[in-house]
Nanobody, 126 residues
Framework: QVQLVESGGGLVQAGESLRLSCAPS????????MGWFRQAPGKELTFVAA????????YYTDSVKGRFTISRDTAKNTLYLQMNHLNTVDTGVYYC???????????????????WGQGTQVTVSL
């Protein structure tokens, strides 16, 4: 069974950077869009960023615009999230997700994403 595997999380201080990666394990699948979501302690899952696999169009939640960059390497079939100027509100478990379709769906709509990773913890301290 194909799974998504995230890596790159960790503990950093405010103002520092991290780069998350996400790649499928156990095979490949058709990808229209991939996204990053996060869940802060005691809160719901929220959208962070997404990218359309074919044309590279990107989408961000307002709080990360200018600080985070989502990208993909189609040759390596890998998704990235470069996170700069991290602050404590960015703390949470970060999940990558993949959608095989979604032309008419908002990137924020979790229902379009059929594959999810297990999550990677990002902790930002003062």
């Amino acid at each position: 069974q194909v799974q998504l595997v995230e890596s790159g999380g960790g503990l950093v201080q405010a103002g520092e950077s991290l780069r998350l990666s996400c790649a499928p394990s156990g095979g490949t699948f058709s990808t229209y869009r991939m996204g990053w979501f996060r869940q802060a302690p005691g809160k719901e899952l929220t959208f962070v960023a997404a990218i359309n696999w074919s044309d590279g169009a990107t989408y961000y939640t307002d709080s990360v615009k200018g600080r985070f960059t989502i990208s993909r390497d189609t040759a390596k079939n890998t998704l990235y999230l470069q996170m700069n100027h991290l602050n404590t509100v960015d703390t949470g478990v970060y999940y990558c997700a993949s959608a095989s379709s979604g032309l008419f769906d908002s990137p924020l709509y979790t229902g379009q994403y059929s594959h999810w990773g297990q999550g990677t913890q990002v902790t930002v301290s003062l």
